[in-house]
């Protein structure tokens, strides 16, 4: 039998309003409010892939040795929609959340905090999880709703 449950990575995904628009459409500073981010949750920057949209906006992604955090910023908005998740007890994705928070000025966001899971049924009756067909692995469990003021 499997100890229940191993938690292998925590995921956070942060909507951000009221930011300022002219970070939000800069490629530059995007890079360094994420490679900032990366070292405020305490994760290992591997690479970082951006692209500046025309007119206007900015996609990133940190590729961490913990996993990933990525960006996409409608500065036309004041809003990006960002997604940490981090594997290790070490990393915070949260504190990644916060930390863009401030970068890009913004004035409040929605954070959903998810656990990320390998708990395994007896392998004599796996079962099929809900998310893709996933035979024997849980789906992953939501840990909290909460906004970030």
Same mark, same amino acid.
């Given at each position: 039998?499997?100890?229940?449950?191993?938690?292998?990575? *925590?995921? #956070? +995904?942060?909507?951000? %309003?009221?930011?300022? /628009?002219?970070?939000?459409?800069?490629?530059? %500073?995007?890079?360094? =409010?994420?490679?900032?981010? =990366?070292?405020? !949750?305490? !994760?290992?920057?591997? &690479?970082?892939?951006?692209?500046?949209?025309?007119?206007?906006?900015?996609? =990133? +992604? !940190?590729?961490? @040795?913990?996993?990933?955090?990525? $960006?996409?910023?409608?500065?036309?908005?004041?809003?990006?929609?960002?997604? #940490?998740?981090?594997?290790?007890?070490?990393?915070? /994705?949260? #504190?990644?959340?916060? &930390? $863009?928070?401030? =970068? %890009?000025?913004?004035?409040?966001?929605? $954070? *959903?905090?998810?656990? *990320?899971? @390998? &708990?395994?049924?007896?392998?004599?009756?796996?079962?099929?999880?809900?998310?893709?067909?996933?035979?024997?692995?849980?789906?992953?469990?939501?840990?909290?709703?909460?906004? +970030?003021?």
């Amino acid at each position: 039998m499997y100890e229940v449950p191993q938690v292998v990575g *925590r995921h #956070a +995904i942060y909507e951000l %309003f009221g930011g300022n /628009p002219t970070l939000l459409d800069n490629e530059e %500073f995007v890079k360094t =409010a994420l490679t900032e981010a =990366a070292d405020t !949750a305490g !994760a290992t920057l591997l &690479s970082l892939v951006t692209h500046k949209f025309e007119p206007q906006g900015v996609t =990133a +992604i !940190a590729l961490l @040795a913990e996993s990933h955090i990525s $960006l996409h910023s409608w500065p036309q908005y004041g809003y990006a929609s960002i997604d #940490a998740y981090t594997c290790g007890e070490h990393t915070d /994705p949260e #504190a990644a959340c916060h &930390s $863009l928070k401030h =970068a %890009f000025e913004s004035t409040h966001g929605s $954070l *959903r905090l998810l656990k *990320r899971d @390998a &708990s395994f049924e007896h392998p004599q009756s796996p079962s099929t999880s809900p998310v893709s067909g996933c035979v024997g692995l849980k789906q992953p469990s939501m840990l909290a709703a909460n906004c +970030i003021d």
